[in-house]
Every structure is written in C-alpha cells, then in structure tokens.
C-alpha cells in the first residue's frame, strides 16, 4: 500500500522561489510533487525541507481558492 512522504516545501536559494507541495503517493510527479529545477531562474541546487505549519495552510488555502 503507498504511502504518501509528508508535505514538503521545495526554495530556490538563488531566486527566493518557494513552493509547497503535498504529495498524495509515493510516487513522486515531476514538476508537481518535485522539482529538479527552478521553474523561474532553471537554477538546479534547490533546497528541500519539511513544511512548516504556516506553509501548509497556506498552500491548502491556495488550493481552495483556485
């Protein structure tokens, strides 16, 4: 049975891009559950972490709105 890895936010140290992901298996989509390149500035060392609090409940809230 999947199970899905905890939300993650993935920062572009080079541009300040940031993004929230919340992955619904394990396995990973490119470009939506992980990045291996900055979408803005294409630079390839980002920096991945756990979601804090405030970072989920703002990319759910994100989500709710669109």
């Not at 899905?4 to 619904?24: A, G, V």
């Not at 390149?37 to 609090?53: G, K, M, N, V």
């Amino acid at each position: 049975m999947p199970i899905p890895p905890p939300p993650l936010t993935t920062i572009c140290p080079h541009c300040r891009w940031k993004r929230t992901s919340f992955p619904t298996s394990d396995a990973l989509k490119l470009n939506v559950d992980w990045f291996c390149r900055c979408p803005i500035c294409q630079y390839t060392e980002l920096e991945t972490r756990p979601a804090s609090r405030a970072e989920i409940m703002r990319e759910r809230l994100r989500q709710f709105l669109r």
